[in-house]
Nanobody, 127 residues
Framework: QVQFVESGGGLVQPGGSLTLSCTSS????????VGWFRQAPGKDREGLSC????????YYTNAAKGRFTISRDTAKNTVDLQMNSLTVEDTGIYYC????????????????????WGPGIQVTVSS
């Protein structure tokens, strides 16, 4: 059974950086398009960024543009989300989601486009 899991979350001070990783047990991530989402307390799940399976095209939503970078590391079998200049508004549970299809900007932030989800990982930005 294919499973995906997030790692790298935790507590970081405002202005700091954090890198989240999404990895898979039982599958090669290079075959999957991967999206990153987050859900803050009391808010809907929000799309951040995605990377496509065929050509590693990357897309960002306004919430992530300029501060977050998504990348694929085939050697480690991960898709990473580098997050910089974090603020308290970035606090939430972060999820990676995958789909065995290419992804484009129009689909990137639509949760129902994805087939599999990781359990989520907590990111807390606080002084």
């Amino acid at each position: 059974q294919v499973q995906f899991v997030e790692s790298g979350g935790g507590l970081v001070q405002p202005g700091g950086s954090l890198t989240l990783s999404c990895t898979s047990s039982g599958s090669t991530l290079a075959y999957w398009s991967v999206g990153w989402f987050r859900q803050a307390p009391g808010k809907d799940r929000e799309g951040l960024s995605c990377i496509s399976s065929t050509d590693d095209s990357t897309y960002y939503t306004n919430a992530a543009k300029g501060r977050f970078t998504i990348s694929r590391d085939t050697a480690k079998n991960t898709v990473d989300l580098q997050m910089n200049s974090l603020t308290v508004e970035d606090t939430g549970i972060y999820y990676c989601a995958t789909v065995a299809a290419t992804v484009q900007q129009s689909k990137c932030e639509i949760p129902t486009w994805y087939d599999y989800w990781g359990p989520g990982i907590q990111v807390t930005v606080s002084s």
